[in-house]
């Protein structure tokens, strides 16, 4: 959700639903790729979910896994959040502004702190004098860096945030767990990489339209491990999030547990869609080489890289295992892609 002048209203308006829960979770970002999932998935919980838009939606479609709906303009410094934090227990904040493809401000780092780090300190600060109990924060794995070489992540690495993006985001980490420090705000921090499932787009549809199509792919001596977090996944550990205490003042970092090399992920990635996979093996270093040239040396990273987290200090604390297999998951990825594009 990008920052722009925009108006600070506050419009809550209502969604007919059964609420059979007395604790009230706000999501901001609820319509979004994980927002829409996550919602389905408290109400199945039985919390009563408040959803935060930047605008209303145009059409019903998009408000059906919300009990309540609010209006609150752009998420940044200025926005208000005392009417829409009304009898709100919880707060999972995901409303983000993410990677922009074609950049247009002058000043990439100051757009991303605009939302992701004053409108989230504004919404932890908004939370606390609301009398909510918790705020869990989705942050982003790209706090601790692009990519992993001898050893996995882990929560109690050093940070070292690249982009704009990273920084954005480790500098709200560190406002908002001194907002709870000094307030008793309880806040959870999570970490994840890139997150996969039905609705997934960017790089990962890409590589379904690649596998879909038997496009030749130059990855097959690619020995790199990633890894991803299937989206029920990821939905299941945030809602955990809510309700252990032991979560409170602590990072976590997510994945699905197995991590998988660029052909591997093909390989499976082709065997749920029934296709064969066609795998060439160039080396990784033209494949670099050829990055650099297109002027993309972030592909590069991206395809061939490693990036590992380690999740034992999730699952210990929170007693949590991914309900979802990797294979599950792909799966469940390739059928809903089969049934988006059947011409493909």
């Known amino acids: 959700m990008a920052s722009s002048v925009g108006p600070k209203t506050v419009t809550p308006y209502s969604v007919p639903k059964q609420m059979t829960h007395s604790k009230k979770i706000m999501v901001t970002g609820p319509t979004g790729f994980i927002g829409r999932k996550l919602c389905a998935n ?3 919980y039985g919390y009563r979910v408040m959803g935060a838009l930047h605008r209303r939606p ?8 919300s009990d309540e709906l609010v209006v609150v303009g752009n998420i ?3 926005t208000q959040w005392s009417q829409a934090l009304s009898e709100v227990d919880s707060v999972i904040h995901l409303a983000a502004r993410v ?9 990439s780092l100051a757009a991303y702190r605009a939302t992701n780090t004053l409108g989230t300190i504004n919404l932890a600060r908004s939370a606390a004098a609301a009398g909510v109990r918790r705020m869990v924060f989705v942050s982003t794995i790209k706090v601790n860096g692009e990519s992993t070489e001898d050893k996995p992540f882990k929560e109690t690495d050093a940070p070292c945030p690249v982009d704009a993006y990273a920084i954005s985001k480790w500098e709200a980490e560190q406002a908002i767990l001194q907002i709870g420090r000094e307030t008793g705000l309880e806040v959870v921090i999570v970490r994840p990489p890139l997150v996969y499932g039905p609705g997934v787009k960017g790089n990962y549809l890409r590589l379904l339209h690649m596998v879909n199509r038997g496009l030749p792919m130059p990855f097959g001596a690619c020995h790199n491990k990633r890894s991803l977090v299937f989206l029920e996944n990821f939905v299941d550990l945030l809602t955990h999030c809510l309700s252990q205490t032991e979560a409170s003042g602590q990072i976590f970092l997510v994945s699905d547990g197995e991590d998988l090399s660029t052909p591997e992920l093909v390989a499976r990635l082709a065997k749920a869609l029934d296709k064969s996979p066609r795998l060439i093996p160039i080396p990784p270093a033209w494949l670099e ?9 972030g592909l590069y990273d ?4 490693s990036l590992q987290l380690d999740i034992d200090h999730t699952r210990k604390t929170l007693k949590w295992t991914p309900p979802v297999s990797v294979d599950e998951g792909i799966h469940r990825t390739a059928r809903w892609y089969l049934s988006q594009h059947r011409s493909a």
């Open 42 to 44: 408290l109400r199945g």
């Open 99 to 107: 990677h922009v493809m074609r950049e247009r401000a002058t000043d």
């Open 76 to 78: 940044d410094a200025m």
């Open 58 to 65: 145009d059409g019903g479609s998009q408000l059906d896994n």
């Open 289 to 297: 080489i050829a990055a650099k040239l297109i002027g993309k040396p």
């Open 302 to 305: 991206r395809l061939c890289g």
